[in-house]
């Protein structure tokens, strides 16, 4: 249908497009949604790398464990002073050194890219009865952050007399 002189076209409103503010401003959000979720992506990477590295304490925490129970009750690696007082294990005798640097005697669990050390205390809160063990495993690794970081998995246990 032809127009007639004089009469204009009307466009709807919708048509003109969008604004280069409006553009920019959507282009900040998505640029601020990108970066929270990069964020997050970061955040879930370390997570897994912890995960990993607690799974693997674990399970030299439990390696040391069943070879702690399955030694005689009156074993060396599970006495305790000669009064009764808590010990510490390994000692130099039991081939432990002082790998952390701390003056505590550990013994040394390489595994995967890390090295675990472990130590345990012996009590005996029932004279002849039951010793208690304390396992402790510690491991250090670098954070590009915060430099050398220094993790811990403690495992207690309880050895009865005849076990």
């Known amino acids: 249908m032809a127009l007639s002189p004089g009469m204009k076209a009307i466009r709807p409103k919708c048509s003109r497009g969008f604004t280069l503010i409006e553009l920019m401003v959507s282009l ?18 370390e997570g897994r790398v912890f995960g990993r590295e607690m799974s693997r304490a674990t ?9 702690l129970l399955a030694l005689d009750y009156h074993h060396g690696r599970l006495s305790t002073e000669a ?4 010990r510490a294990h390994p000692t ?6 002082d790998a ?9 669990h390489p595994h995967g890219n890390f090295d675990y050390f472990s130590n ?3 009590t005996e809160p029932v004279a002849n009865a039951a010793k208690a063990m ?3 495993v510690t491991w250090r690794f670098k954070d590009p952050d915060k430099g050398i970081q220094e993790k811990t ?3 207690n246990t309880v050895k009865a007399i005849g076990q």
């Open 28 to 45: 900040a959000i998505l640029a601020f949604g990108i970066l929270g979720f990069l964020f997050l992506q970061g955040r879930a990477i």
């Open 100 to 108: 952390l640097g701390t003056g505590t005697l550990v013994e040394t």
């Open 92 to 97: 130099a005798a039991e081939g432990g050194t």
């Open 83 to 86: 009064n009764g007082a808590p």
């Open 59 to 67: 399970f030299v925490a439990e390696g040391c464990l069943e070879g």
């Open 153 to 155: 998995l403690v495992m």
């Open 134 to 136: 304390q396992l402790t």
């Open 120 to 122: 345990w205390i012996v």
